[in-house]
């Protein structure tokens, strides 16, 4: 009966990894230094989301609302877990074990769909999140990217190695600092079915 139970609560890993996991330059790649190239910019919008007061922000808030999350499904998953066993453990035959197998394996499937409900809410929520922070952020990407007279920016995550003054990831980080530090939201509403045709 296990085996109707495999469903994921680490939706807290899920939601906050891809913020949390944020490219950074390799260790090997700060040995690389070299002259700074006129109009040549680099910049990692992972390295501002990860490091600008909205970011870190956004992530804490995703966490709680990922934990909240896991809070509601655990009691549900642990009573189907105690029931599967005590029916594994029953003298139940027949029939009987039949109908308590297919409710029990109905109320399995109904978590599921929850937590994937759930799952998929907890990604909505950060995706417009981080394009929140990163419709905030192109202001002071552009008003940096004049300043140092670009002709071409490059994600930094693309680059093996470039010149550190050519890098205007922290410059953008204390701009957008300086603009917001906490961005409020909720968990997103679960996406709607689409309407079935008549």
């Given at each position: 009966?296990?085996?109707?139970l495999?469903?994921s609560?680490?939706?807290?890993?899920?939601?906050?990894?891809?913020?949390?996991?944020?490219?950074?330059?390799?260790?090997?790649?700060?040995?690389f230094?070299?002259?700074?190239?006129?109009?040549?910019?680099?910049?990692?919008?992972?390295?501002v989301v990860l490091?600008?007061?909205?970011?870190l922000?956004?992530?804490?808030?995703?966490?709680?609302?990922?934990?909240?999350?896991?809070?509601?499904?655990?009691?549900?998953?642990?009573?189907?877990?105690?029931?599967?066993?005590?029916?594994?453990d029953?003298?139940?035959?027949g029939?009987?074990?039949?109908?308590?197998?297919?409710a029990l394996a109905?109320?399995?499937?109904t978590?599921?769909?929850k937590?994937?409900?759930?799952?998929?809410?907890?990604?909505?929520t950060?995706?417009?999140?981080?394009?929140?922070?990163?419709?905030?952020?192109?202001?002071?990407?552009?008003?940096?990217?004049?300043?140092?007279?670009?002709?071409?920016?490059?994600?930094r995550?693309?680059?093996?190695?470039?010149?550190?003054?050519?890098?205007?990831?922290?410059e953008v980080?204390?701009?957008?600092?300086?603009?917001?530090?906490?961005?409020?939201?909720?968990?997103?509403?679960?996406?709607?079915?689409?309407?079935?045709?008549?």
């Open positions: 009966m296990s085996k109707f495999v469903i609560l680490s939706l807290a890993v899920l939601a906050v990894a891809p913020m949390a996991n944020a490219a950074t330059p390799a260790a090997s790649a700060a040995n230094t070299g002259p700074s190239v006129a109009g040549i910019c680099l910049l990692s919008r992972e390295a490091n600008a007061k909205v970011g922000a956004a992530t804490a808030r995703l966490k709680v609302l990922a934990d909240g999350v896991n809070a509601e499904l655990a009691p549900e998953q642990t009573a189907i877990q105690t029931e599967a066993k005590a029916l594994q029953s003298k139940l035959s029939d009987a074990l039949k109908t308590r197998q297919q109905q109320r399995a499937q978590l599921q769909a937590a994937q409900q759930r799952q998929q809410q907890i990604e909505l950060r995706q417009k999140v981080l394009g929140s922070i990163s419709t905030s952020a192109q202001p002071v990407i552009e008003t940096a990217y004049k300043a140092h007279a670009c002709g071409v920016l490059f994600s995550d693309a680059v093996m190695a470039g010149g550190q003054s050519m890098d205007l990831t922290a980080v204390k701009g957008l600092d300086a603009r917001m530090t906490t961005l409020s939201f909720d968990l997103e509403p679960a996406p709607q079915a689409p309407a079935a045709a008549q």
